[in-house]
């Protein structure tokens, strides 16, 4: 009996330490900024460095790869937890084969960006690249979202609140 009070104390506070662990460094185990693995893919595509004014001053690096606004579809591609622009280089060189706009988005805290990311903000940030792609004269329907990992969950709530032209 001793040894099973023992063995239960003992998974207890195992558990509990790591519910603290977890508390404490959810920030940390949700967002990634610094994690860099693909770095070592050319860029196959030119793009523009522009800059997604959001709230408090905070301007979101973001990259547009232009080809015709009124010819073809602009993806708006939300990216993951890790890493910054230069990480989806893979991926845009695949997408910029296609007859499609892209711009892309970094988050708060990523790619050298002011800020940090919280659930609202980055849903707040999707709809600032949202009214930055329609000051470039384009409307929902001409706007597909995608996303990836984290940017999954913010392009579905994006169209849950509208109609694009895909997701």
Same mark, same amino acid.
């Given at each position: 009996m001793k040894y099973l009070y023992l063995t239960l104390s003992s998974i207890i506070l195992v558990y509990f330490v790591i519910i603290l662990f977890v508390y404490f460094y959810q920030r940390n185990l949700l967002y990634n900024p610094s994690e860099n693995n693909?770095?070592?893919d050319k860029i196959?595509? !030119?793009y523009k460095e522009i800059f997604i004014e959001t709230d408090k001053n905070i301007e979101l690096k973001s990259w547009f790869i232009e080809k015709d606004l009124k010819k073809f579809k602009t993806i708006l591609f939300f990216h993951g !937890?890790?890493?910054n622009l230069?990480?989806?280089v893979y991926k845009l060189n695949e997408l910029t084969k296609l007859d499609l706009n892209i711009l892309i988005i970094s988050w708060r805290g990523f790619s050298g960006n002011e800020g940090r990311p919280t659930e609202k903000t980055l849903y707040h940030d999707a709809e600032e690249a949202v009214k930055w792609l329609k000051a470039q004269g384009l409307d929902n329907k001409n706007i597909i979202l995608y996303g990836e990992s984290l940017g999954t969950g913010v392009a579905t709530e994006l169209a849950s609140k509208n109609n694009f032209g895909g997701i």
């Open positions: 693909y770095l070592n196959s595509f !030119n !937890n890790a890493g230069f990480n989806r």
